[in-house]
Every structure is written in C-alpha cells, then in structure tokens.
C-alpha cells in the first residue's frame, strides 16, 4: 500500500532560508532511502509562513523505516528547534 506524508510547518521569514538548507539536506539522504518514490515542499499562497511537505513512499513500513533513521532524526531536531516546536505528520493510503 502506498503512502502519502503530509507535514506542515509554520516558518517565520527570518527562519526561511534556514530551513529551506535543512530540507534539501533531508530530501537529499530521502533519495538513497529504501521505498522513497516522489517529495516536493509548497508554500501556501496566503499564509506565507506555512510550508508543506508531501512525500510519497512504497510502504507505511519504507515511511516508518526514514522516520526512525538516525541521520534524519538529527536534521529533524534541528527543524524542531529552529521552529520552536515539533513536527507533526499525518499518514494517509493512497
């Protein structure tokens, strides 16, 4: 079954390009990552502090096998404290 990941960050302007760095750090590990299929990362229109990551994966156990990785744990606490608050994701079956 594959999965959709949605997860939703709120970014002030002054943390922007500092996330953005860690982002591409973490779609960069993401391509060698087992099951990893397609990611793109918005920007919301009318909120312009509100970034969304979608990514797409092979498998709930290929998403829960990058969500449990060491090297992505890191750079994920660093977005965690960059922003002031942990990340949340939502799971869904395509």
Known sequence: MTVKIFIKRKVS??????????????????????????????????????????????SLDDWNSWLHNQQRIHIQNEIDQLLGEKTEYSVYEV
């Open 13 to 58: 302007a002054d943390d922007i390009l500092e996330l953005t760095v860690l982002l591409k750090k973490l779609r960069a590990l993401t391509l060698s990552q087992s099951g990893y299929i397609y990611g793109e990362t918005l920007r919301r229109i009318d909120s312009e502090d509100e970034c969304l990551v979608i990514s797409t994966w092979r």
